[in-house]
Every structure is written in C-alpha cells, then in structure tokens.
C-alpha cells in the first residue's frame, strides 16, 4: 500500500474521474479492468507503475480484434 494524505487520495480521486470523463467524452468506454486499476490508484492501494503494468498485462491477455 502506498502511504497518501487526505489530499494526495483527493488530487488522486479527482484525475481518475477526469481521465475517465475524457475517454467517455470521446465516445469511448474504459474495459472494466481499466476502471478497476484506475480506483486501486485513486484508493491509494497501488502506484502508476503498478498500473501500467496491470494495463499491459490486460493488454497481452486480451483477445485480439
């Protein structure tokens, strides 16, 4: 776990929801695994790297199109 202040969890919190009011705004859907990875961020429970990873991994798991 990383160790955030009230306010580092809050700045967290707010860019999550804009990152993911911008891919929706494109007319995008984020995967569910994406928003999952996205609120362990914002939760304060993993890192950006820890989230890159994740995202990568989905991505090699993923079916392809």
Avoid at 10 to 20: D, N
Avoid at 48 to 61: A, F, P, S
């Amino acid at each position: 776990n990383v160790c955030m202040t009230k306010e580092q969890l809050l700045r967290r919190k707010r860019a999550v929801a804009a990152a993911i009011g911008s891919v929706r705004a494109e007319g995008l859907e984020p995967s569910k695994e994406t928003i999952e990875h996205l609120e362990k961020y914002a939760q304060g429970q993993a890192d950006i790297d820890d989230i890159m990873q994740l995202t990568l991994e989905d991505i090699k798991h993923s079916p392809k199109a």
